[in-house]
């Protein structure tokens, strides 16, 4: 896979070596690699087939440093890429040939707990589920779930508004994170929000959060916690077609339902995480629903009732009912190992991440298997059915370079589809480099200026993680030009009073 | 007196901001002018009142979503989604009372300016949670659309959230697509009398902290109740509960129980929940008068705190948001609105931030109606207006501090 990125500066990379010693002041000991070996590690993140070996890559530890390490590489325009956990799959944290390599791993405490005012300050190399086992001990929580959150960090989490399978329900990392402190290209620190709610002033929080590492470096992360459901129980719902499975979803959300988590599954995701897991999911279904209801234990067995009735109605042709905590989880452990589990069947698999209206779900899914004769290439499908958000996973062999050029058209296919339907790109991954060149299928040049200006505002020589989401990088200057239209008052036409 | 420009429709609303940058005329942007009292006064020698550009363009409840105009009265959209059982889950609060306005004015575009939230806030977000996608013109006179229809959308900055509460002075807001939810079912309030701040504000913090999901934690002082509609005398701490009916009686049993040890409790109905949530909501206890009147924003527990900082100063008060909103209603003749002094308590209980709701113009001129911000902040701020409104011809000083 190919994607043309900012081509390194001549000037920057010649200096090299000062640069290295420069940083490796600020920030001693092993916290500067510029060894090939030692940056190997570095060269990808989650989506591995981009690559790209950093000038040097520096591992801060204080806000201090980070502060520095900054400012000199503004002061030396220096391209910089910040790095999490590099768990993105959409190329969020691909390293430049002339960048410094920002790795927040070090900072990974868990500052305080708060538990009167339901809050956690923490640290951004923190990892997701890191959160949720320092406050467990209270019964307590950090909704967002990514599938990663053994692995990535909240860092990351809110360069990428990361979702999961609760945020139905309980939201996605923007309404979940309180507060941030970040340090911007230039080395001054900002501080949003805390424990306390909606600040006045423009909201930063909620235009850093999705940001995708292009506007701040975040150093400190407060998050909402929330007391854990009193109970969880799920349904396990085989469905002979794929309509009556995206109708029972529809018809559950219709009845006032809003369940924890609900998911789906085809037939060939069903098979492998079967084969892999051997969860006791049905073979002869051609789409399998998963819906947790989580609450009060009374309210919980009442929707159960609800939903096994709504399924019913729906054709369902398999139905249970999770009896217990372990069956609850083995119902869930194939949906959860969904991605691995396709990982066995194929030498390689692509994976998608558009978001569509969830009624448009038959229409697409049918598109997509007159697709797969198109390109002759198999498709796996799960998806966040609750909130449309779908994970096409497209099976390939990565040796084979024109199944390669194929899986990747076949992608571009099925996001420009999910635009098409009144849906988007990226639900949860993000656009980093890999939907870069798609932007315009959704925006148009008005649009992206507007995105573009936000970037200006923070980061105007534009040294932070260039190349990312925009598929032009325009310079500040000229995005900031008035092009005047003299106009012609008084509006006849408007009325006045 | 400005001259008003009504437009009813996109092209016109573009026609107007492209000759206001081009000739670099102020625009006051309106819709009801329900909020017209809050923040800078702005001087302007136009008026663009959107109340024409009114409408709903599309409601898919199955879908949980809508699309409408920005001039749409938030009281007709209110109405739609009732009828299908269906609500906006951040409770827009409605200013109109504070100012002794009719109840029931207001706009769906008014509703993203002001970043409007109600009790429900602590549990479900306020609109900035809420909006999934809008169509704008910038201040350079350039039509724009951010966000979509859908919930799960990480495509691009999310700059839908970037306009939620920034009173018009980045682009004038032509449509908005909002996520909507089921109505609750049921609604029930459990409350505690006799509770002093500190004992209310650790019994909202037990109740947040539980498991039974209360959507609404308000503390009223003594004396005070009557103004929601409560015939009581004591200080009340109210805890709301909603969902399915078993549900809700189910949890209002156990929060009966959890706060029985604390102090008297009580259980209110359906019609009374109701009406008391809508006074919290609204502010009634401070609705038609004229004092000047703060909103302050702090972590939930540092409420009480807070207040007992201010025990000197002539003031009325009461909680929301579990002790985090605290509504002040300052004495008239109170120098500067007593804003030095309530800032600086923030800052000693833990920080948070302070906006002046109502008060005079001379007042909103003389002080800062919003929380100053840090030397970085304030020039980030500025920095972002003048990327998307260069000539600073809307809504000019609105959010100046």
Not at chain 1, 107 to 115: G, T, Y
Not at chain 1, 338 to 356: E, H, L
Not at chain 2, 167 to 178: E, N, R, S, Y
Request: glycine fraction near 10%; charge should be negative; charged fraction near 20%.
């Amino acid at each position: 896979m190919s994607v043309a990125m900012p081509g390194p500066k001549a000037e920057i990379l010649a200096r090299r070596g000062e640069i290295a010693k420069a940083l490796s002041r600020i920030v001693p000991g092993e916290g500067v690699i510029t060894d090939p070996d030692g940056m190997r590690p570095f060269e990808t993140d989650g989506l591995t087939a981009y690559r790209q070996m950093p000038m040097i890559v520096v591992l801060p530890e204080t806000v201090e440093q980070v502060q520095r390490v900054l400012r000199y590489c503004y002061d030396n325009e220096i391209r910089v890429v910040p790095r999490g956990s590099g768990t993105s799959l959409s190329g969020g944290a691909l390293p430049l040939a002339d960048g410094v390599l920002l790795v927040m791993s070090r900072f990974n405490k868990v500052l305080e707990v708060d538990f009167e005012n339901r809050a956690a300050v923490v640290q951004p190399g923190v990892t997701n589920l890191a959160i949720t086992r320092a406050v467990e001990h209270r019964g307590f929580y950090y909704a967002p779930d990514p599938s990663s959150q053994i692995a990535c960090s909240i860092g990351g989490n809110v360069a990428e508004n990361s979702g999961g399978v609760h945020c139905l329900k309980y939201g996605l990392t923007t309404n979940n994170v309180l507060g941030l402190e970040m340090v911007l290209i230039t080395g001054e620190i900002i501080r949003l929000g805390g424990k306390h709610l909606d600040s006045e002033g423009y909201d930063f929080l909620g235009l850093m959060t999705g940001s995708e590492g292009l506007l701040g470096v975040v150093t400190e992360v407060t998050v909402r916690i929330l007391r854990s459901p009193e109970t969880a129980r799920a349904l396990l719902l085989g469905f002979p077609t794929n309509e009556d499975a995206g109708r029972c979803v529809g018809d559950i959300i219709g009845a006032g339902i809003i369940p924890g988590g609900m998911e789906m599954m085809d037939s060939l995701a069903i098979q492998a995480a079967e084969d892999f897991v051997h969860a006791g999911y049905p073979l002869d279904v051609e789409a399998l629903l998963i819906v947790e209801l989580d609450g009060p234990g009374e309210e919980v067995h009442e929707l159960i009732e609800r939903v096994e009735a709504i399924a019913r109605d729906n054709n369902a042709a398999n139905i249970r009912v999770s009896q217990s905590e372990e069956e609850r989880a083995n119902f869930w452990a194939g949906r959860k190992a969904a991605f691995p589990a396709v990982g066995r069947i194929s030498p390689d698999y692509y994976c998608m991440d558009g978001t569509i209206p969830r009624k448009a779900l038959p229409k697409v899914l049918h598109r997509m298997k007159e697709m797969e004769t198109e390109f002759d290439l198999r498709v796996a499908n799960v998806f966040h059915a609750g909130d449309g958000n779908l994970h096409p996973l497209i099976l390939y062999d990565a040796n084979d370079s024109d199944q390669l050029e194929r899986a990747e058209a076949f992608g571009s296919a099925i996001l420009k589809l999910c635009v098409e339907v009144g849906g988007v790109l990226t639900g949860e991954h993000g656009v980093g480099v890999e939907k870069r060149d798609l932007m315009g299928e959704m925006f148009n040049e008005a649009d992206l200026a507007q995105q573009e200006r936000v970037k200006c505002a923070f980061d105007a020589r534009q040294l932070l993680n260039p190349g990312k989401v925009f598929p032009e990088l325009h310079q500040c200057a000229e995005l900031s030009r008035m092009h005047v239209h003299k106009g012609q008052l008084p509006f006849p036409d408007i009325p006045r009073f | 007196m400005a001259e008003t420009l009504r437009p009813d429709n996109d092209q016109s609303v573009l026609d107007v901001v492209r000759w206001a940058a081009a000739e670099q005329v102020p625009l006051e942007i309106l819709g009801h002018g329900s909020k017209r009292g809050i923040g800078r006064p702005v001087q302007a020698e136009y008026t663009l009142n959107l109340a024409a550009l009114s409408g709903v363009t599309l409601y898919e409840p199955d879908e949980l979503v809508f699309s409408a105009k920005a001039g749409t009265p938030l009281a007709e959209i209110e109405k739609l989604l009732a009828d299908a059982n269906q609500e906006l889950a951040f409770e827009p609060m409605d200013y109109g009372p504070i100012f002794g306005l009719e109840p029931g004015t207001g706009t769906l575009g008014g509703v993203l300016a002001a970043n409007l939230a109600g009790p429900r806030r602590i549990k479900a977000g306020a609109a900035r949670d809420h909006i999934l996608g809008l169509s704008a013109v910038s201040g350079r006179g350039e039509a724009f659309k951010a966000g979509g229809r859908v919930v799960k959308n990480v495509t691009g900055y999310d700059l839908s959230k970037g306009l939620a509460g920034s009173w018009g002075t980045l682009a004038v807001v032509t449509d908005l697509t909002f996520k909507v939810l089921p109505r609750p079912e049921r609604i029930a309030t459990v409350l505690v009398l006799g509770l002093s701040d500190d004992m209310a504000c650790a019994a909202m913090a037990e109740a947040m902290g539980s498991s039974h999901e209360v959507s609404g934690a308000a503390h009223l002082p003594k004396g005070m109740a009557r103004s929601c509609g409560l015939s009581v005398e004591s200080s009340v701490t109210a805890l709301r509960l909603e969902g399915f009916p078993s549900s809700v009686s189910y949890r209002s049993e156990a929060l009966n129980g959890m706060m029985r040890d604390r102090g008297a409790v009580e259980t209110l109905d359906v019609p009374q929940s109701e009406n008391f949530w809508r006074a919290i909501r609204d502010c009634l206890p401070f609705g038609g008068r004229s004092g000047p009147l703060w909103r302050v924003s702090v972590a939930p527990r540092a409420g009480a705190a807070l207040m007992a900082r201010l025990v000197n100063e002539p003031l009325s008060y009461f909680f929301d948001w579990a002790g985090g909103r605290v509504w002040i209603e300052v004495a008239s003749g109170a120098e500067d609105a007593a804003e030095g002094t309530i800032r600086r308590a923030i800052r000693a209980v833990g920080g948070g931030h302070a906006t002046l709701i109502r008060g005079s113009a001379a007042l909103r001129t003389g002080i800062s109606p919003f929380e100053p911000q840090p030397a970085p902040l304030a020039a980030l701020s500025r920095r972002l207006k003048e990327n998307f409104d260069p000539q600073g011809i809307l809504n000019p000083g609105r959010m100046g501090s």
